[in-house]
């Protein structure tokens, strides 16, 4: 059964920075391109980052390129999300999947607030 479970969301103060991580099983996750959602309250999903199977090429949406980064680590079946010069719009339920994203398998997510 594939799974995903997120972690390392937090209340934080604008300008904060938070590490997120995703750890995923019953899949070939070595093999796979993956991804970060976010949604925040009342809105549709949002795509914001993607990472190859080998984790040599990235992507990232305008809204958080240059305070993104994500990584892969292909031994632990995990990616992570670091999270730089968070903004209050940034506040979301953020979620990790395959590349495109696959709608069958979500996680429970993890909560990100920024606020003061």
């Known amino acids: 059964e594939v799974q995903f479970v997120e972690s390392g969301g937090d209340m934080v103060q604008p300008g904060g920075s938070l590490r997120l991580s995703c750890v995923a099983s019953?899949?070939?996750?070595?093999?796979?391109?993956m991804s970060w959602v976010r949604q925040a309250p009342g809105k549709g999903p949002e795509w914001l980052s993607a990472?190859?199977?080998?984790?040599?090429?990235?992507d990232y949406a305008h809204s958080v390129k240059g305070r993104f980064s994500i990584t892969k680590d292909n031994a632990k079946n995990t990616i992570f999300l670091q999270m730089n010069n968070l903004k209050p719009e940034d506040t979301a339920i953020y979620y990790c999947?395959?590349?495109?994203?696959?709608?069958?398998?979500w996680g429970q997510g993890t909560q990100v607030t920024v606020s003061s």
């Open positions: 999947n395959e590349d495109p994203p696959d709608a069958d398998y």
């Open positions: 019953g899949f070939a996750f070595t093999n796979y391109d």
């Open positions: 990472i190859n199977s080998n984790g040599g090429v990235t």
